[in-house]
């Protein structure tokens, strides 16, 4: 373990192709350097946990808002699409110090998936998939959808909003306090509390761009050279023993572990399962080579 001192947070804002990305390194000095990617409609802070405890680990972590989520920009009249939040990612990685270790969810793994298998040299020095792999279950997915376009006038109050992620997700024991939902939440000129990101990611044809992503996702993963790991949950309905074992097919060098206790939320179902497996995987990797060791540095506020 490091001292706390060195795993202090520093916000940056990424200069992004067309807008700024919320970005957060702790441990700066740190390595090896875990870049985290969250899910669709999530946020850094879904990474914080596991984040302070890799960082304090002496593990350099960076955190981020994908566009149109949380503190980063949304695009000026909508128009989402999935190649650029690859770009975003893409960028993020070539501005670190190393090539970083991509930890992903659902969202943030399919473009890991993507940028690992078509680009070369990868952008990433291995992966870590958080329940995802290239094709998914429906159903799961849905699900999640449902609950982002349930509230549209968003929530009187911070208890609401607390009761309705507590119905989403019952398998968590405590529920979100106001200081946990505040990050998650603008208040709007009527006084209303609405969601983080961009009501334009699901009103336009982001979601069924992903559909249609799935043959280029199930091609990039028969591409992917560097180390991978692929963390599932067992309670999980986005991934399933067929979507899992159909990867482990395409990516044959990859470890599977799956945590029992898990839903797709994995990091925050089990934090600690996942951040011990996260810190064996990328802890136990082979030195990079020394002609791979600096390509940039994340700007300064």
């Not at 002496?58 to 149109?68: I, K, N, Q, S, Y």
């Not at 930890?103 to 298998?117: E, R």
């Not at 946990?180 to 939440?185: A, H, S, T, V």
């Not at 990797?285 to 540095?297: D, F, K, M, T």
Request: aromatic share 6%; hydrophobic share 45%.
């Amino acid at each position: 373990m490091v001292n706390d001192a060195r795993a202090f947070v520093a916000t940056s804002h990424f200069p992004a192709a067309d807008l700024s990305l919320a970005v957060e390194t702790r441990c700066p000095d740190g390595h090896p350097t875990l870049l985290f990617a969250h899910g669709f409609g999530q946020t850094r802070g879904a990474w914080n946990g596991a984040a302070v405890a890799l960082a304090q680990a002496g593990c350099r972590c960076v955190t981020f808002d994908a566009r149109g989520h949380g503190e980063s920009d949304r695009v000026p009249g909508g128009g989402y699409h999935m190649d650029q939040f690859a770009d975003d990612l893409q960028r993020l990685a070539a501005a670190q110090p190393q090539p970083p270790i991509l930890v992903g969810a659902s969202m943030g793994g399919l473009l890991g998936i993507v940028l690992a298998g078509e680009t070369r040299p990868a952008p990433f020095r291995a992966l870590v998939l958080v329940d995802i792999t290239p094709r998914w279950e429906t159903g799961g997915v849905e699900r999640i959808l449902a609950f982002m376009q349930a509230h549209p006038d968003g929530f009187a109050n911070y208890a609401e909003a607390a009761e309705q992620i507590a119905a989403y997700l019952p398998q968590r024991r405590e529920r979100k306090s106001e200081q946990q939902l505040r990050p998650l939440l603008r208040e709007g000129a009527d006084g209303r509390l609405r969601w983080h990101w961009d009501p334009a990611l699901l009103a336009g044809d982001l979601v069924q761009e992903s559909e249609r992503y799935q043959p280029r996702l199930l091609a990039a993963a028969t591409k992917i050279e560097v180390p991978v790991l692929l963390l599932s949950g067992a309670r999980s309905d986005v991934v399933s023993r067929t979507t899992v074992d159909e990867f482990l097919q395409l990516v044959p060098h990859a470890q599977h572990v799956e945590l029992p206790h898990a839903t797709h939320m994995v990091a925050g179902d089990a934090n600690d399962a996942f951040t011990l497996e996260v810190a064996r995987f990328a802890l136990g990797l082979a030195p990079l080579p020394a002609s791979r060791r600096v390509a940039g540095a994340v700007p300064s506020q």
